[in-house]
């Protein structure tokens, strides 16, 4: 599986490469935009019913925003939401099967990451002081400083590749799934297109299991198997008769059904997990007055 596409490159700054991540990510950008304009607006006293989900999701993400960081880090919500729907989005784009997904580039993972890590050193600084952020790398204890600080080296680096890692190997798993099913498609159909009697016999059978299966039984996969034979038969009678050849018909389906574990799953379990993870450390480099009084 290739990396991303170059489409065109500004001759600005040493040359900006526009890529097939960089088109999804403002792809992405943009729906959200959209969404949040057509979502937000004509606000109510008595919403209806599109305000009342959009009221619900909302308070959904305060709460777990307050329930992770605590209710003084409130304000992060609408960093933590657009982080998550900017993973989410930019995991899904790739099902169009006409954009990449951003998410299974490393860059994009990478620099979420660092802006999360950016943004802990950066509060802790202002929280603490630049010593007092120093110091915190020799806590509990002097020898523990080398740890700390491949810590924090390696804090955005697992954040980023994990992401990336399982959205960009579901992507290669189904490239390998379709390569494999065409090349088994092509095969299946040259053995038994091979002869216009064979075909038509296969044909003749699909036909006929199809017709008890969907008349005397309930089993879906009786109804599948039976449809398959009968499809077999038609395109190897098909390309028997020099009309098509090759057709990948396998491809049709299961592919499809591992596409809703690879892509919409996973990448909706990614966007939680690395949110969590962004409120997790953020969250600790912002205590609340309780626990900052007692360290």
């Not at 170059?6 to 950008?29: D, E, H, N, R, W």
């Not at 992060?76 to 989005?89: C, D, E, M, N």
């Not at 509060?123 to 491949?150: D, Y």
């Amino acid at each position: 599986m290739e990396g991303a596409f170059i489409y065109f490159t500004i001759p600005i700054l040493g040359g900006i490469k526009i890529t097939q991540t960089v088109v999804s990510s403002f792809v992405v950008m943009i729906l959200l935009c959209l969404a949040g304009i057509f979502l937000g607006r004509r606000l109510q006293k008595r919403p209806g019913r599109r305000q009342v989900m959009v009221e619900y999701l909302v308070g959904l993400l305060y709460g777990l925003v307050e329930d992770t960081m605590g209710k003084h880090n409130s304000h992060w919500t609408p960093y933590i939401g657009a982080l998550f729907l900017s993973s989410l989005g930019g995991s899904l784009i790739g099902m169009t099967g006409i954009l990449r997904s951003a998410t299974a580039d490393l860059s994009t993972t990478l620099t979420w990451a660092l802006m999360t890590s950016g943004l802990c050193w950066y509060w802790s600084i202002r929280t603490n002081g630049f010593g007092g952020w120093l110091k915190g790398f020799a806590e509990p204890v002097a020898l523990m400083l080398p740890l700390n600080i491949v810590s924090e080296i390696a804090q955005p680096i697992s954040m980023a590749f994990r992401h990336f890692g399982n959205i960009m190997g579901g992507g290669v798993l189904i490239s390998l799934l379709y390569t494999a099913l065409s090349a088994c498609s092509g095969l299946v159909l040259n053995l038994i297109g091979s002869s216009v009697i064979v075909s038509a016999v296969v044909l003749a059978l699909g036909a006929g299991f199809a017709a008890l299966a969907f008349g005397r039984t309930k089993k879906l996969l009786h109804k599948i198997l039976s449809v398959v034979v009968a499809v077999t038969g038609l395109l190897a009678l098909v390309q028997s008769a020099g009309i098509l050849s090759g057709v990948p018909y396998l491809t049709v389906g299961i592919p499809g059904v591992l596409s809703l574990y690879f892509d919409v799953f996973s990448g909706l379990v990614q966007a939680l997990v690395f949110s969590l993870l962004t409120m997790v450390y953020v969250g600790s480099a912002l205590p609340g007055p309780e626990e900052a009084e007692k360290d």
